[in-house]
């Protein structure tokens, strides 16, 4: 059974730029259909999908955040990884990687999840 596992830094002064990283066990990256997601939820707020990268390393972003979202891949240590430029408070959120099945666009795996603090 896949399990997917989210870490970096929990706080990240404004400006800077947040990077997490998700590492799976349990199945590739690379195997063929899955694509790679994160998804975000801010205190008291609903989740927002922010990007994903396909088995074949294509990405892709949700619009509203497609400037400042970069999500890469090593598909030596099966870890894909997110990084968020420019950020500020309104981006503190509890940050979850999961495995999203095309066409459907459910996700059925995910990390715990872990809080970034966006402060000075």
């Known amino acids: 059974q896949v399990q997917l596992q989210e870490s970096g830094p929990g706080l990240v002064k404004p400006s800077q730029t947040l990077s997490l990283t998700c590492t799976v066990s349990g199945g590739s990256i690379t195997t063929n259909y899955y694509y790679w997601s994160w998804i975000r939820q801010p205190p008291g707020k609903g989740l927002e999908w922010m990007g994903a990268?396909?088995?074949?390393?294509?990405?892709y972003y949700s619009p509203s955040l497609k400037s400042r979202t970069s999500i890469s891949r090593d598909t030596s240590k099966n870890q894909f990884t997110l990084q968020l430029s420019s950020v500020t408070p309104e981006d503190t959120a509890v940050y979850y990687c999961a495995r999203e099945v095309p066409l459907s666009n459910a996700l059925d795996a995910w990390g715990q999840g872990t809080l970034v603090t966006v402060s000075s």
């Open positions: 990268i396909a088995y074949s390393g294509s990405t």
